[in-house]
């Protein structure tokens, strides 16, 4: 079978390492995603999962004995809808998010880095409103 022949694996899942509930973690992602966790998820679950309804990557929530101890290598770019960046940046606190850096430009460009409850970092950029 030559290389253009081989079926090319898909994204499954995004995982996040936890050291506290996982479920806890899955819903504070759950309330910023607008994205339900599966039925069968509950408080003390060692997993916990968010599905795309649009068939994308699932948001997998594993529990693990240790913590983070480095920036993450890789973290989600979110560009609001319906809001302002501002607006999100505020909303995400308020579901449990943290400010780690506000680089925004004056030009109105740039992007707001948050840690989520775990401590993993993510942006927020300028959305459609500003």
Not at 16 to 36: K, M, N, Q, V
Request: hydrophobic share 35%.
């Amino acid at each position: 079978m030559t290389r253009a022949h081989r079926p090319n694996p898909a994204i499954r899942s995004l995982t996040f390492d936890c050291t506290a509930d996982p479920y806890e973690l899955g819903l504070f992602w759950s309330e910023l995603l607008g994205r339900p966790l599966d039925d069968d998820d509950k408080p003390g679950d060692p997993e916990a999962l968010i599905r795309d309804p649009d068939g994308g990557p699932r948001l997998l929530f594993v529990r693990v004995p240790e913590g983070k101890t480095a920036k993450n290598r890789i973290h989600f770019d979110l560009q609001p809808h319906g809001r302002t960046r501002a607006e999100e940046v505020e909303r995400a606190i308020g579901l449990g998010a943290r400010l780690i850096a506000d680089h925004t430009r004056p030009d109105g460009g740039g992007w707001v880095l948050l840690a989520d409850p775990e401590g993993n970092e993510f942006c927020v950029e300028r959305g459609e409103l500003g």
